[in-house]
C-alpha cells in the first residue's frame, strides 16, 4: 500500500525567504511522487513530477524536489516566497506503471505567506 | 488544447435527492478518475475508467457510481444523497500509456453541498 505523510499542516514564511515543504512517502514499489498546488477556489495544478531520471527535480515557478530514497522523502522547496505562492500544498505518491493511476493524496500543506 | 471540464461547477441538492456530475477529458486522454475533497478527509480516490471500464476503485459505498462513454467524457453519480456527501467532487485525465510516471490534469471541480 502507498502513503504519504506531510508533516506540516501549516507553514508560514516571509515574502522572500525560503521554503520548505516536507513530505515522506511509503510504497510497495517504485513509485511516481508528485506535488500539486491547490489556490483557493481553483483545481489542482502540478508543480512538478519524479521520474527515474533525476533525484532532482525542478518544477514550476522556482519549486524543486528532491527524492531521497534512504530517507523516503520527497521535500518541496523554493529559494525565494512570493506572494502569489500562498495556496495549498499536496504531495503525492503512486504506483509505477500502466493501470496504476490512482493517486495517493497528503494531508496538504497550507502555505502562508507574510508580507 | 482545452483542459479537462466539468459541469456544472456549483449545485446544491437536498437528502435523499441523486446527482450526476459530468467531466470531459483532454483530447485523446482515455483515463478519468474521479475524486472526493472534504475539510475532514482531504482527497480521497473514488474510482478510474479506462476504454469506457471501471479499472481501480476507492473504498466508497456503492451509491458512489460512474461510467465512461466511447468518446472518454465520464459521469459520476451519487444517489440518496447524504449530508456528508457535500464536497468538492474533482475530475482528472490521463495518458495511460506513459507507464514511467502517471501525470494527471485536474478540473476545476464541482462543489456539491447536500442540505
Known amino acids: 500500500a502507498q502513503s504519504v505523510t506531510q508533516l506540516d499542516s501549516h507553514v508560514s514564511v516571509s515574502e522572500g525567504t525560503p521554503v520548505l515543504l516536507r513530505c515522506n512517502y511509503s510504497?510497495?514499489?517504485?513509485?511516481?511522487l508528485f506535488w500539486y498546488v491547490q489556490h483557493p477556489n481553483k483545481g489542482l495544478q502540478l508543480l512538478l513530477k519524479?521520474?527515474?531520471?533525476?533525484?532532482l527535480v525542478k518544477g514550476i515557478n522556482g519549486f524543486e524536489a528532491e527524492f531521497k530514497k534512504s530517507e523516503t522523502s520527497f521535500h518541496l522547496t523554493k529559494p525565494s516566497a512570493h506572494m502569489s505562492d500562498a495556496a495549498e500544498y499536496f504531495c503525492?505518491?503512486?504506483?509505477?506503471?500502466?493501470?496504476?493511476?490512482?493517486?495517493?493524496f497528503g494531508t496538504g500543506t497550507r502555505l502562508t505567506i507574510i508580507p | 488544447k482545452a483542459g479537462v471540464t466539468q459541469t456544472p461547477r456549483y449545485l446544491i441538492k437536498t437528502r435523499g435527492q441523486q446527482v450526476t456530475l459530468s467531466c470531459s477529458p483532454i483530447s485523446g486522454h482515455r483515463s478519468v478518475s474521479w475524486y472526493q475533497q472534504t475539510p475532514g478527509q482531504g482527497l480521497q480516490f473514488l474510482f478510474e475508467?479506462?476504454?469506457?471500464?471501471?479499472?481501480n476503485k476507492g473504498n466508497f459505498p456503492g451509491r458512489f457510481s460512474g461510467r465512461q462513454f466511447s468518446n472518454s467524457r465520464s459521469e459520476m453519480n451519487v444517489s440518496t444523497l447524504e449530508l456528508g456527501d457535500s464536497a468538492l467532487y474533482l475530475c482528472a485525465s490521463s495518458l495511460p500509456y506513459l507507464a514511467e510516471y502517471n501525470e494527471q490534469f485536474f478540473g476545476p471541480g464541482t462543489r456539491l453541498t447536500v442540505l
Open positions: 510504497s510497495s514499489y517504485s513509485p511516481s
Open positions: 519524479y521520474t527515474s531520471a533525476a533525484t
Open positions: 503525492v505518491v503512486s504506483d509505477r506503471g500502466f493501470g496504476n493511476e490512482k493517486l495517493t
Open positions: 475508467y479506462f476504454s469506457e471500464t471501471q479499472r
